[in-house]
């Protein structure tokens, strides 16, 4: 049976409506990053997320070809994540789409590594005739986070945001969205098959302990 992240991390992917805590240890990526609005029908970001799609499922696909991967084992290609930094942010509302800095990842198998990953970009540029190269490898460990599960359109995030907020506070906490800590989604469902209303998103968002007044 292939090797399911989501089922295997579920305190990781299957979180509920309810806000709660979450320490998210270190984990391995595929990623491009860019900047600009994610909703412009042929803008960066929808190539970036074909780049990133393109080089999982070649190393997925692997074990149909003549390229024995070492340490490769038969896994569920992990759902799209993205981290998200809004330079002009009002408040849990984004004016300018266009100013949006997004990092989109793909969660990678312990046995991908730099030399998988350049074999990836090329076998994927070799079949699809394009350039792989903005696909990265990075490392991310994000600690301490505050999480739910969001239900609908991704402009009616802002509730579910305000809810974490609200929870992270009670707990003593408060967001800390400095340097590279930043909001994290991830999307649970395929907004080209399913409805705005039901589409289900994590929204992660680092925390640390709220400062005392003096």
Same mark, same amino acid.
């Given at each position: 049976?292939?090797? +399911? ?7 990781? @992917?299957? /979180?509920?409506? !309810? ?20 909703? %412009?029908? +042929?803008?960066? @970001? ?6 990133? @799609? ?11 070809? *003549?390229?024995?991967? /070492?340490? @490769?084992?038969?896994?569920? #290609?992990?759902?799209? %994540? ?33 030399? #998988? ?33 969001? #239900? ?43 409805? /705005?209303? !039901?589409? *289900?998103?994590?929204?992660?968002? /680092? ?8």
């Amino acid at each position: 049976m292939a090797f +399911d992240f989501k089922k295997e991390f579920k305190e990781y @992917y299957a /979180p509920g409506k !309810k806000p709660t805590l979450v320490t998210i240890p270190s984990a391995t990526f595929l990623a491009v990053t860019g900047r600009g609005d994610p909703n %412009e029908p +042929d803008g960066d @970001y929808k190539s970036a997320i074909a780049l990133l @799609y393109g080089v999982a499922y070649t190393i997925k696909m692997s074990k149909f070809g *003549k390229t024995h991967l /070492p340490g @490769y084992f038969d896994y569920v #290609v992990p759902p799209l %994540e993205g981290f998200w930094r809004a330079p002009t942010a009002t408040g849990l509302f984004v004016e300018d789409k266009s100013s949006l800095e997004w990092r989109s990842v793909i969660r990678a198998p312990e046995f991908v590594d730099a030399n #998988v990953l350049r074999w990836a970009r090329e076998e994927a540029a070799r079949k699809k005739d394009g350039d792989f190269a903005r696909v990265e490898l990075i490392t991310l460990e994000e600690g301490l986070c505050a999480q739910a599960l969001h #239900v609908g359109s991704y402009d009616d995030e802002p509730t579910t945001i305000a809810a974490i907020r609200e929870f992270a506070q009670a707990q003593g906490y408060a967001f800390d969205l400095d340097g590279e800590r930043r909001h994290h989604e991830i999307y649970l469902s395929d907004p080209r098959r399913v409805a /705005p209303e !039901k589409l *289900k998103t994590i929204i992660r968002i /680092p925390i640390r302990p709220a400062r005392r007044a003096s």
